[in-house]
């Protein structure tokens, strides 16, 4: 990553049109992303990484490195040209690579700590970045059906409980008259247990699948199954967001939470 140089020309200006948003902000969001570009020169010789040399393929347009940091640091790293899918099937480039081994984390992890509201969880990076972009926390997984029961832990916190105005009393009655904790206090309430944690899948027979696979890795964890929010089929989150806006997509995320 060291070797690599910023987002900037050519590649940044692909980034912001991407996402529908300005170069400087595009900048800053590549920046907290940690994302760099790999010049065709650094491409045609990668002895020094062993474990690179399939982003070799890219050398002649540059590759956008895309790194998994995790505490602050990158663990994984996957590529993809700064391009189109049509240009990149043209150039007979694969729009993405992955280094050998397990990924060891979702994608944007590091986001979670810093305990948003809510969070979305998206199909790859390119969602991911899209969420961003429209202002939503958002973490991504490298497919439907690849989140890991290693996972499932990161998004503990992301539990509420939701009550009505007799259960919020009788929650307060327990926790400070009978001694309960909060948490324990809102559960004997009688409350709805519920996540913040929304999957904004693809829409597909991939997505669906998945969706069912997360919701029971996060029941055997003693968790609330995450939503869904509903998207058009054949439609991804990055797709429906360029499509509607921030507007619409904050209703989706409201029926999404009450059904």
């Known amino acids: 990553m060291a070797a690599c140089q910023p987002l900037e020309g050519q590649a940044l200006e692909w980034f912001a049109a991407k996402l529908g948003i300005g170069t400087q902000a595009a900048a800053d969001l590549a920046e907290r992303l940690g994302l760099r570009f790999c010049g065709p020169e650094l491409l045609a010789d990668l002895k020094r990484w062993p474990a690179l040399r399939g982003f070799a393929v890219y050398r002649e347009s540059g590759c956008i490195a895309i790194p998994y940091i995790r505490a602050g640091r990158p663990v994984y790293l996957k590529a993809r040209p700064p391009c189109g899918k049509e240009e990149a099937e043209r150039r007979h480039m694969p729009r993405f690579l992955a280094m050998p081994g397990p990924i060891p984390c979702p994608y944007n992890v590091d986001s979670l700590a810093t305990r948003p509201g809510r969070v979305l969880v998206t199909e790859g990076e390119s969602d991911c970045w899209a969420a961003l972009a429209a202002g939503y926390a958002a973490v991504g997984i490298p497919g439907a059906a690849a989140c890991k029961p ?80 509903p998207l058009k089929r054949g439609e991804d989150l990055a797709d429906f967001l360029g499509r509607v806006g921030r507007s619409r997509m904050q209703e989706r995320i409201q029926y999404a939470r009450h059904r």
């Open 150 to 229: 290693e996972w499932v832990k990161l998004f503990r916190s992301f539990v509420t409980v939701e009550l009505d105005e007799a259960q919020t009393e009788r929650a307060a009655i327990l926790q400070y008259d009978a001694g309960y904790s909060r948490a324990d206090a809102e559960r004997l309430a009688g409350g709805r247990v519920c996540s913040r944690v929304f999957l904004a899948l693809d829409p597909d027979q991939a997505g669906d699948r998945g969706a069912g696979e997360i919701g029971r890795l996060f029941v055997r964890a003693g968790l609330p199954p995450p939503r869904r929010l």
